[in-house]
């Protein structure tokens, strides 16, 4: 974890003042990468919408002056003391400069649009991409899942958002110092008055942000809780089991529960800065009372002319309404820069699987070797595996066979480099597997998951994901592979064949589960590659589509080193070895019928296989 990282984390705990000043060294960090991420992503539209910001800023400061001369010269037209004409000058500057503030608002509105898409497209891909590069367990974490909720809250917005508040805050101080100058130069002793009734504004808009940001981020567990209730009230697969258990009103309570108390907390804040707000301006108002009522007294004496009168009471107005947005606007850069730091606090997430792997072999054997592997899940109180040794030969298929959660489906995600081992070593063709690209491993593994992956896409795209490379564009070549692997007779019962969009989400049919399984197979089989993992292949087949399955298998992995993992034991006959696994440990390993003359837990299992399967055809026979 990175110091940036780690000083995220602390933040809640640190005192008021300790906050500000890490909350304001966090917006200085965040400023520092956003700016240039904006620079790069569209050049031509940042220097448009700085260039629109910053003449919106100065017409204020413009019409204020401007305002009070036009007022002079139709005050002295009036008194013959000039002419007209002088006085529609400066209204037609006016116009010109209200003309060109609605121009430059309208650029500005259209530079943040673009830039807004384009930066969402360039966030969403370095989330993405940094995504790609992190372990399976950052995603099965839940700290984890609670960084990357953090960073994907509409990033593309969220950085404009920055940005937009850093221009701002330019264009305010821009005002606030002319104006300051102008107020200053008509009368320096009542202005200071002002200055000092609006900086406790200040202060309590550092609060507030800090407050939000604090809140909203101690909730992000919380929020997370509703998303979940609101997924099992509104996902087709959830929908039926709540309906079905009538957990809805409960679903219904727990959600409401969730955003209750997320939103609670921010409560608390909105009360302090509405009273802050009215302290503030009522504070403001009765100074700037005093102030224009000083400078009124000095119009009825004469002393001052009635067009300098307008223009101390435009730019202190203006003056008051200046601050407040620099106010406003640093408080919310601070907000916006530590919701900036939370895309940063993902990005800056480092793999625990190290990737300094680089080596890239000719070819591929296939064989593999587990040396005194041990592996725990994390936060897990007991190792998944225990010094487990096993050498497979080039070709070799093995049954890992075993009661569920024995540690059959960790030997295959270790072996695939999904997670890294604790101590000892996987060999590919004699090579540590941590010493060879990381690309090349996974181009040697076709894996068939043990949970079906359900791909919104086509029929033939849910083949050709499995080799995208090779036949994402070759019709003839998938319907080759499905013909290998079995599954084309159910493709062409679909409603347009191999064109069919598979799905609820975008398309309108959806399959089976048991036909989903048969299409992540093929899909996993598609990928001619050396080794074959083949994670509980038949879970949710029926007896006589699995012997269908395991007829294609046979000859898809002919030479191909493999491993069949189930706890159901037909695969045992398509295997050269079986290898008995439970708690973590291998017990036993050996042919089948080696392994059915020991007598042990192997010989055990098979006996209740055969028994299972024995009843199972009596049963069928009386259902005839």
Not at 196 to 205: E, K
Not at 576 to 585: I, P, T
Request: hydrophobic share 50%; aromatic share 8%; with cysteine.
């Amino acid at each position: 974890m990175s110091r940036e990282s780690q000083g995220r984390r602390e933040h809640a705990s640190m005192s008021a003042g300790a906050r500000f000043k890490h909350a304001g060294a966090l917006t200085w960090t965040a400023a520092k990468w956003m700016l240039p991420l904006v620079w790069r992503t569209d050049r031509r539209m940042s220097v448009l919408l700085a260039a629109s910001v910053l003449f919106v800023s100065m017409v204020p400061v413009a019409l204020t002056v401007n305002v009070g001369l036009l007022v002079d010269a139709l005050d002295k037209a009036a008194d013959g003391d000039g002419t007209f004409e002088s006085a529609i000058v400066w209204l037609g500057l006016a116009l010109t400069l209200m003309l060109v503030a609605g121009i430059a608002a309208a650029v500005q509105n259209y530079a943040q649009l673009c830039l807004t898409d384009a930066l969402e497209i360039s966030t969403s891909r370095l989330i993405l991409k940094h995504a790609a590069s992190l372990d399976l367990a950052f995603f099965e974490d839940g700290h984890g899942q609670d960084v990357l909720q953090r960073a994907g809250k509409k990033p593309g917005a969220l950085c404009l958002t920055f940005v937009m508040r850093f221009l701002k805050i330019g264009s305010a101080v821009f005002q606030i110092v002319s104006l300051l100058g102008i107020l200053l130069w008509i009368e320096p002793a009542l202005t200071w008055l002002l200055v000092v009734v609006a900086l406790p504004f200040m202060f309590l808009q550092t609060w507030v942000a800090d407050a939000r940001y604090s809140a909203d981020r101690s909730k992000t567990r919380i929020r997370r809780w509703g998303n979940y209730y609101r997924g099992r009230l509104t996902t087709p697969k959830a929908v039926a089991s709540s309906r079905l258990l009538g957990l809805s009103p409960l679903m219904q309570d727990r959600f409401e529960t969730a955003v209750e108390d997320a939103l609670s907390a921010m409560r608390k804040t909105y009360r302090v800065e509405l009273f802050g707000r009215i302290a503030v301006i009522t504070g403001f108002l009765l100074a700037f009372s005093v102030a224009v009522g000083m400078q009124g007294l000095k119009v009825m004496d004469e002393a001052m002319a009635i067009g300098q009168f307008v223009a101390y009471w435009m730019a202190a107005w203006r003056f008051k309404a200046s601050l407040t947005t620099l106010v406003e606007q640093l408080s919310g850069e601070l907000q916006a820069g530590l919701a900036v730091s939370n895309l940063m606090e993902f990005l800056e997430v480092e793999p625990g699987i190290t990737r300094e792997g680089d080596i890239v072999p000719s070819g591929c054997a296939g064989a593999i070797e587990l040396r005194d592997v041990t592996f725990s899940y994390p936060n897990a109180d007991r190792p998944a595996l225990r010094n487990v040794s096993l050498s497979v030969a080039p070709g070799e298929v093995i049954a890992l066979v075993g009661p569920n959660g024995a540690g059959k489906s960790t030997i295959a995600k270790l072996i695939a480099r999904l997670y890294e081992v604790e101590s000892g070593e996987i060999t590919l063709d004699g090579r540590d597997i941590r010493t060879l690209d990381a690309g090349f491993l996974h181009s040697q593994l076709a894996f068939a998951f043990q949970e079906a992956v359900r791909f919104e896409a086509t029929a033939a795209e849910n083949l050709a994901f499995g080799d995208w490379r090779r036949l994402i564009d070759d019709p003839e070549a998938i319907r080759a592979v499905a013909e290998r692997t079995g599954v084309a007779d159910l493709i062409e019962r679909f409603p347009e064949s191999y064109d069919t969009m598979l799905g609820r989400v975008f398309g309108t049919h959806e399959l089976s589960g048991g036909q989903w399984r048969r299409l992540s197979i093929a899909r996993a089989l598609a990928k001619e590659a050396p080794i074959v993992i083949m994670d509980e292949p038949t879970e949710s087949l029926d007896v006589h589509t699995e012997a269908a399955l395991y007829a294609h298998v046979r000859e898809i992995v002919r030479d191909r080193t493999t491993f069949l993992i189930s706890h159901r034991l037909a695969t045992v006959n398509l295997a050269d070895r079986v290898v008995y696994v439970d708690d973590g440990a291998i017990v036993e390993s050996g042919t089948h019928a080696e392994l059915v003359a020991r007598g042990g837990p192997y010989a055990r299992l098979w006996q209740a296989y055969l028994q299972g399967t024995a009843e199972l055809r009596e049963a069928e026979e009386a259902s005839k």
